[in-house]
């Protein structure tokens, strides 16, 4: 949110707006004209998603203008809400029999973790989730890939576009993380 809107006020009045466009989209009302609420409403509709992982994520950004999370547990929750929500999602769109899955906190995890430079606690989770992913149907694996770059981020050296989406494609052929 803070790439979007530095200010305080303006990050609420944006997470504001999209709490108000999720409302009407899982009311069954009018979806704002908004390219994404669009979209985001139609795939809702069309796939029967539940909304509140769309609303643990919002309040989860919501906490985040307050600050970054005052410890582990909190650090975790939030990822939780966030990447981890819509790694469920996006399971429960490839293959809604596996959207309990045990691999997605830890795929999740171990992405978000990495990403904030916290290499020894991500690559942990990303064990775990190499593990759990197996028991993935394959159709589902592409939702819980993106884990696989917590390698290249323990390095600290920033990866070009193709670079991630060589590792991504590598991931999704092999059915590996």
Known sequence: MPAVAR????QEVRLTWWREALDAIAAGGDVRRHPVA????????RRALPTAPLEGMIEARYEAVDG?????????????RTAGAVMRLAVAVLAPQAADSPAVAPAA???ALAHAGQAAA??????EASAAARTLPAAAFPAVAYATL???????RAQSMLEKQF??????LTGRL
């Open 109 to 111: 995890r171990a992405w």
């Open 167 to 172: 590792r991504l494609l590598g991931a999704v």
């Open 150 to 156: 917590a390698r290249a981020y323990r390095s600290g």
């Open 68 to 80: 970054p999370p005052v410890d582990e547990a909190a650090q975790l929750h939030r990822i939780d």
């Open 122 to 127: 991500a690559l942990w989770n990303l064990e």
């Open 7 to 10: 200010e305080p006020l303006a």
């Open 38 to 45: 669009e979209a985001l409403g139609a795939t809702v509709r």
